[in-house]
């Protein structure tokens, strides 16, 4: 039981270093990246979700 919780926070935490990389590549406010960046910090499970539904998304590549 706690290699599984373990590996579900190791989980939890490649995926909110995802969101943060993404928010700080967005092309959204200053304001708002830290608005984001401190919701993911503060609520890792809740704001990932609330992120991936309703947050910034990256800049758009040009190739």
């Given at each position: 039981?706690?290699?599984?919780?373990?590996l579900?926070?190791?989980?939890?935490?490649?995926?909110?270093?995802?969101?943060?990389?993404?928010?700080?590549?967005?092309?959204?406010?200053?304001?708002?990246?830290?608005?984001?960046?401190?919701?993911?910090?503060?609520?890792p499970?809740?704001?990932?979700?609330?992120?991936?539904?309703?947050?910034?998304?990256?800049?758009?590549?040009?190739?």
């Amino acid at each position: 039981m706690l290699e599984v919780t373990g590996l579900g926070g190791l989980i939890i935490l490649i995926l909110d270093i995802w969101a943060i990389v993404s928010i700080i590549g967005s092309s959204a406010s200053t304001g708002s990246k830290v608005l984001w960046t401190l919701l993911v910090l503060l609520l890792p499970v809740v704001g990932f979700l609330i992120w991936l539904v309703a947050g910034p998304r990256s800049a758009p590549r040009h190739i």
